[in-house]
């Protein structure tokens, strides 16, 4: 999981040495509204020509190795195709966790649920769920 602050992005891209990692970063900084996230945690993996990738906008002063969900500003699911370097954005979520994007789902947490989004259908489905009263037990 790679992390950046915002503000010094253009740094972080410069900084990259791979040159997929650093195109595919660039298309998201294209994408993405940063609006007032801190900081951007994102990940990707690569599935034939297609690049599958996470990114959570959060707000912090520095880099968080454990990501509090209720930190999370946004959380993208992108789909990024090599051969045309093109990107799409595959879903976008307000006050949520991304966790794992791949072409068949997506998975993100909320305060008290892991929820699996079927790319292709469009359906949600709650793949755990804990109510508030059972945290404090």
Do not use: H
């Not at 305060?111 to 949600?124: F, R």
Request: glycine fraction near 2%; hydrophobic fraction near 30%; charged fraction near 30%.
């Amino acid at each position: 999981m790679e992390d950046f602050s915002v503000k010094d992005r253009e740094k972080y891209l410069i900084s990259i040495e791979n040159k997929r990692a650093k195109e595919n970063l660039q298309l998201l900084l294209k994408k993405v509204n940063w609006g007032n996230a801190d900081r951007c945690q994102w990940q990707e993996y690569q599935k034939g020509t297609n690049i599958y990738g996470i990114c959570n906008l959060y707000n912090s002063n520095t880099e968080l190795e454990k990501l509090p969900i209720d930190e999370v500003k946004q959380a993208v699911f992108y789909r990024i195709d090599c051969v045309d370097n093109t990107i799409k954005i595959l879903k976008q979520c307000n006050d949520t966790c991304a966790v794992l994007c791949t072409e068949k789902y997506i998975l993100y947490e909320t305060e008290n649920a892991l929820i699996k989004y079927d790319v292709i259908s469009g359906k949600s489905k709650k793949m755990y769920y804990q109510s508030k009263s059972q945290w404090n037990k």
